[in-house]
């Protein structure tokens, strides 16, 4: 089945960008029908989308953070990346990445990745 | 509106059936689908759609919606079932997604 695993640095300073990528495995990223997106989760707190990306590249963010996110695709590593610009403390978080099953009247979020503890310190 | 309303916490005796509500005027025109997610571990779909279960998911999880509500209902609680519960749908613009507030569900 297919099975998704976040990467990337644990720790990321003030100011600077956070950068996570996304594996693929059990199932091609290009083969359509889904997205594949970022979500997070600030300690003790709910979960909060970020975006999600087609294998198109077609993207689309969360209002509150689309000035400062990019979301992209690389189909031939099997891969989706986020990129989070100017984060801040507030941006400390579980970082998950799943998959994105749409229909007519309904999405929902299967399977995730387990996620990855991003915290921003200098 | 786009948001999605749960009811921060609610108890269920062992055995006992419990219900939880999610409110959101986008859940008129889509279905809420709901996550279950144990400390430390990553959110698990439980519902999605009008009423489906995942494989591996027991039957005593079920769901329903009327109006701008969508309903988890357990149905005789197991201690395993205690953990935290969001829902999640489109918002109003049907461009992006959001989740629920959530809902910690303790078995007594």
């Known amino acids: 089945q297919v099975q998704l695993q976040e990467s990337g640095p644990g720790l990321v300073k003030p100011s600077q960008t956070l950068s996570l990528t996304c594996t693929v495995s059990g199932g091609s990223i290009s083969s359509g029908g889904y997205y594949w997106s970022w979500i997070r989760q600030h300690p003790g707190k709910g979960l909060e989308w970020i975006g999600y990306?087609?294998?198109?590249?077609?993207?689309y963010y969360n209002p509150s953070l689309k000035s400062r996110v990019t979301i992209s695709v690389d189909t031939s590593k099997n891969q989706f990346s986020l990129k989070l610009s100017s984060v801040t403390a507030a941006d400390t978080a579980v970082y998950y990445c799943?998959?994105?099953?749409?229909?007519?009247?309904?999405?929902?979020?299967?399977?995730w990745g387990q996620g990855t503890l991003v915290t921003v310190s200098s | 509106s786009s948001e999605l309303t749960q009811d921060p916490a609610v108890s269920v005796a062992l055995g006992q059936t419990v219900r939880i509500t999610c409110q959101g005027d986008s859940l008129r025109s889509y279905y809420a689908s709901w996550y279950q997610q144990k400390p430390g571990q990553a959110p698990v779909l439980v519902i999605y759609g009008k009423n489906n279960r995942p494989s591996g998911i027991p039957d005593r999880f079920s769901g329903s919606s009327s109006g701008n509500t969508a309903s988890l209902t357990i149905t005789g609680a197991q201690a395993e079932d205690e953990a935290d519960y969001y829902c999640?749908?489109?918002?109003?613009?049907?461009?992006?997604?959001?989740f629920g507030t959530g809902t910690k569900v303790t078995v007594l």
């Open positions: 990306i087609y294998y198109s590249g077609s993207t």
């Open positions: 999640n749908s489109r918002d109003s613009s049907g461009n992006h997604l959001i």
């Open positions: 799943a998959r994105v099953n749409p229909d007519f009247e309904s999405d929902w979020f299967d399977p």
